[in-house]
C-alpha cells in the first residue's frame, strides 16, 4: 500500500508541476472534466485512496499526515454528492475567471503535498 501512496503522490506532483508551467492545463480539466455524470466517479475514487491512505498510514514514513489525507479524501468523497453538481460547478466557474497567477500559486501547495507523499511512501 505504500507504493499506492507514492504513486499517488507522484501523480500529484506530475499534475501541479503541468499546472504550474501551464495554467490553460488546469482550466481545461476544470472545464471538460466536471460533469454532472462525472461526480459519482469523483466521489468513489475520493472514498477509495481514502481508504488506502487510512489503511496504509501505520507504515509509511509520515503516518499521521498520510491518515489525515485518508480522512480528508473520505470525507471529501461523502460531501461530494451531498453538495450536489450545482454548487460544486459554481465553484469551478468561480475558479476559471481566477488568475494564472492564482492556478499556479495554489499547484505549488499542490507539489508540496505530492512531494510529501511520495517521500512518505518510499
Known amino acids: 500500500m505504500n507504493l499506492f501512496v507514492a504513486l499517488t503522490g507522484a501523480l500529484f506532483l506530475a499534475t501541479s508541476l503541468a499546472i504550474l508551467v501551464s495554467p490553460g492545463s488546469g482550466r481545461w480539466s476544470l472545464e471538460n472534466l466536471i460533469t454532472r455524470g462525472m461526480m459519482p466517479v469523483f466521489s468513489i475514487v475520493r472514498i477509495g485512496i481514502g481508504i488506502v491512505f ?10 499521521g499526515f498520510v491518515w489525515a489525507l485518508g480522512l480528508l479524501s473520505i470525507f471529501s468523497g461523502i460531501a ?9 460547478k ?12 492564482a492556478f499556479r500559486g495554489w499547484s505549488l501547495l499542490g507539489i508540496l503535498l505530492g512531494a510529501l507523499l511520495l517521500w512518505a511512501g518510499t
Open 80 to 88: 461530494l454528492p451531498i453538495l450536489g453538481f450545482d454548487r460544486l
Open 90 to 101: 459554481k465553484y469551478t466557474d468561480w475558479w476559471l475567471v481566477k488568475p494564472d497567477t
Open 54 to 63: 487510512v489503511l496504509a498510514a501505520p507504515s509509511t514514513r509520515l503516518p
